[in-house]
């Protein structure tokens, strides 16, 4: 079973007082029951959530109020709680992700070691991706309240955790855990990455392994942008877990973050576990280290100063 997923289409329908549930339900292609309750009023239908391997959804029916013009006035006249698509395409991801300031976003661990060849967890993943949050966008989401069982009070992660649930960018479980130590598989963090941003439209798979896959379009999307990689072998290898050097690189693609190893400057952080060598030593060194920079022609960045400002991690 991988994570639990939202009903990801931008689907959005204001129903006419009048209209037939029928025709309603021919358009989404979705076994729901509304009742009566919608006649003669204007409502907003908003995909809740969706059971990977299968076709249904639940659909929260919220009664809205038009403003003087005849417009969505954005409240709930009778106070059910309006539920906001995490896919709303009039946001940007550059509205929820810092993609200016090349923040360090990897800390490293007490025994001075970055492990890039390790695993990295569900919860380690959300931190990281609190901590790209742009201000306005983390303050506008966070929230002190979460669901699920196993996210006990105190824990190190729970306020990232909390913080990205609440806009549906993570998720837990249909038994209602999030499982926060569990190793992220590939796919999963695809749809992770994919939830900042529009999907990209694409008419064929990428990858020879990933039909039917619950996980389909976000992979298929990320793969269009450029943020994720398959094998040789055209496979994608959706429920492998991911390394943490893989995951670095996924980050910054995502965020044009992108430096030759003769433009780090030799002030930049090191652990004893990273190799000059490896493939990824360029990657973890954005990770690492905060740094200003100027962009260059390729694209690529030449690295100005390392500074070191005071983070919300």
Do not use: C
């Amino acid at each position: 079973m991988g994570i639990k997923s939202r009903w990801r289409y931008h689907y959005k329908k204001v129903l006419e007082p009048g209209q037939e549930t029928s025709n309603l339900l021919e358009e989404i292609k979705l076994n729901i029951n509304i009742g009566n309750e919608w006649q003669g009023k204007d409502f907003i239908l908003q995909p809740v959530a969706e059971s990977e391997g299968n076709n249904s959804a639940e659909i929260t029916v919220t009664n809205r109020e038009k403003s003087s013009s005849g417009k969505d006035s954005g409240r709930s006249s009778n106070g059910s709680k309006v539920i906001i698509n995490p896919e709303d395409p009039t946001v940007e991801i550059e509205d929820k992700l810092n993609k200016e300031d090349h923040s360090a976003y990897v800390i490293g661990y007490p025994d001075n070691t970055v492990r890039p060849e390790d695993y990295i967890t569900r919860e380690e993943v959300s931190a990281v991706f609190y901590r790209l949050l742009t201000p306005g966008y983390r303050n506008s989401i966070k929230t002190n309240s979460h669901s699920f069982l196993d996210i006990e009070t105190g824990r190190w992660s729970g306020k990232h955790i909390r913080t990205l649930s609440s806009a549906r960018i993570i998720e837990g479980y249909p038994d209602e855990t999030f499982r926060p130590a569990n190793n992220i598989t590939r796919a999963e963090l695809a749809t992770i990455a994919s939830r900042f941003d529009k999907l990209s439209p694409f008419t064929g798979n990428n990858f020879t392994d990933i039909a039917g896959h619950w996980g389909n379009r976000y992979i298929n999307s990320a793969a269009r942008k450029g943020w994720v990689n398959g094998y040789p072998d055209g496979t994608f290898k959706p429920d492998q877990h991911i390394t943490r050097a893989e995951f670095m690189t996924l980050v910054n693609n995502v965020l044009d973050r992108r430096v030759h190893q003769k433009d780090i400057l030799s002030e930049a952080r090191q652990f004893p576990d990273l190799s000059k060598d490896a493939w990824y030593y360029e990657e973890v060194q954005e990770a690492i280290n905060s740094h200003h920079y100027k962009r260059l022609p390729d694209t690529f960045e030449e690295w100005i100063d390392i500074y070191y400002p005071v983070l919300d991690v």
